[in-house]
């Protein structure tokens, strides 16, 4: 008898906003998040998603709305998604 499918298990949500924001939504998509317990939200936007050259699944973030600040968020299979570094500065190259 051949073994039956194996079921992936559901991931826990991140702990970080930011990383659940990122983890859930779809390019274009904007909300006020808390990025820590008390503090005040601020206007997200998710600007794109990518697979990056290793292979994890990577979300641009714009944090806050007039004075926005780029942030990047990385699925890792180990560890779920978490905060990364770019590598390029201002973006990729041949971007407005």
Not at 45 to 68: K, T
Request: net charge positive; glycine share 10%.
């Amino acid at each position: 008898m051949a073994p039956g499918p194996v079921l992936a298990m559901p991931r826990p949500i991140p702990a970080d906003p930011l990383a659940a924001f990122a983890a859930r939504a779809q390019p274009g998509q904007v909300e006020d998040v808390s990025p820590s317990p008390g503090a005040a939200p601020v206007t997200v936007r998710l600007v794109r998603a990518y697979n990056a050259a290793s292979g994890r699944e990577c979300r641009e973030l714009s944090v806050g709305y007039r004075a926005a600040r780029p942030a990047l968020y990385c699925d890792d299979p180990a560890t779920g998604w978490g905060a990364a570094r770019a590598l390029l500065r201002g973006g990729a190259v041949g971007r407005p």
